[in-house]
């Protein structure tokens, strides 16, 4: 069975960093172009960024722009959410998602998800 599991949250204080983890099984890590999501309290999910399968193409957000970027370890079946400089308004559940194909956009659909993990910025 396919299993995307995030991992690497919990609470911080504002200014410092955090690297969530997406460890992938059940499917071909190294053909599935990948992503990243969150959602604040009360709001829809939002789209933080993709990587391209074979992790030479990356699209970051323009609200996180220069303070995220996203790494994928194919060998590893890992996806990676580099965040630095957090603040309060950073907080909320983030999720990662799978898409085969070499490239994926984060208006359009994925097909696995993960059950997401809580980032909390404290001040």
């Known amino acids: 069975q396919v299993q995307l599991v995030e991992s690497g949250g919990g609470s911080i204080q504002a200014g410092g960093s955090l690297r969530l983890s997406c460890t992938v099984s059940g499917l071909a890590f190294s053909a599935h172009c990948m992503a990243w999501f969150r959602q604040f309290p009360g709001k829809e999910r939002e789209g933080v960024g993709t990587?391209?399968?074979?992790?030479?193409?990356?699209y970051i957000k323009e609200a996180v722009r220069g303070r995220f970027t996203i790494e994928k370890n194919n060998a590893a079946n890992t996806l990676y959410l580099q965040m630095r400089n957090l603040t309060p308004e950073d907080t909320g559940t983030y999720y990662c998602?799978?898409?085969?194909?070499?490239?994926?956009?984060?208006?359009?659909?994925?097909?696995?998800w993960g059950q997401g993990t809580q980032v909390t910025v404290l001040s």
């Open positions: 990587i391209s399968s074979d992790a030479t193409t990356i």
């Open positions: 998602a799978a898409q085969s194909g070499t490239y994926c956009y984060l208006r359009e659909a994925f097909d696995f």
